[in-house]
């Protein structure tokens, strides 16, 4: 019931469905060698052809009707050798289109491997918060497998049948982060794409929302990520509505929170909120026993 199209590096259409011909108005021998953006003028393709991205989302229309469009690179030897385009109307879109085209594998706690006391005790306190809904904020260095836990929790949760949405608030851009988290409404700013766009807050309703990084968000944001866990409330860029956003919170960050509360430089009443369960994830030097486990493993996997 999906449009579906295929496209090479050249951006020309190589294989279309009938779905999709019946959505875009066109005959196969109309659509087919034709340049992408000549067909769906407002595609985002940049980003996937250029090795940048695996997967993007956007909202187009198209012949007046608003369609959820996913775009997936193909590879061949890890080189980005065309994409393929799904789209479907947005009222039929859910959460799931988003969850399970990022994150196709269920993480459980049995794939965190480590037999020591203090990777044994992180996990155990890990399994008894997972059945709540309580903020968890995961605490380590980076390589610790902070977000191997926040899916573990997820998936171990009465959520894991809904979006696990990660985001990495130290790698997107701070012109573009609040735009990711809460979305933006059409003609918010210049180049805002026409029909507007949903965040990664809305994707993650009734899941779980993973904030990698938090100590490196900006501080007018965190006012805003308050206001979520205050209110359970979003208000995208431009909007003047506030919808109602059932979400669970797990942040993770190997700053010192607390000196940087101290220094001003993060909010005090925040740190509080999110802090609720804070579990401590060792390194890899201080998990006695484990690196031999651990080499086993890479061994049997590699060889």
Known sequence: SDGYIIINTEKEITHINEHALNILGMTKEEA???VITEVIPDLELKSI???RENAFYDEIKINKKTYGVFISAM??????VGAVISFKIVDKISSRVFSKAYYTKE???NDILGESRKITDAKE???KVSVNSTNIL???ESGTGKELFARAIHYASDRHANPFIAVNCAAIPESLLESELFGYESGAFTGANKTGKPGKFEFAHTGTIFLDE???????LQAKILRVLQDKTIEKIGGVVQKDIDVRIIAATNRNLEEMVRTGKFREDLYYRLNVIPIQIPPLRER???????????????S
Do not use: C, H, Q, R
Not at 75 to 80: Q, R
Not at 288 to 302: N, P
């Open 125 to 127: 306190l890990a399994k």
């Open 107 to 109: 993480i459980t706690f």
């Open 214 to 220: 938090i100590g490196d968000m900006p501080f007018y």
């Open 288 to 302: 006695e026993g484990d690196v031999e486990l651990l080499v086993e493993y890479f061994i049997k996997k590699y």
């Open 32 to 34: 087919e060698d034709k």
């Open 49 to 51: 052809l250029s090795n």
């Open 75 to 80: 590879k061949d030897n890890k080189e980005t």
């Open 138 to 140: 995961l605490l380590g």
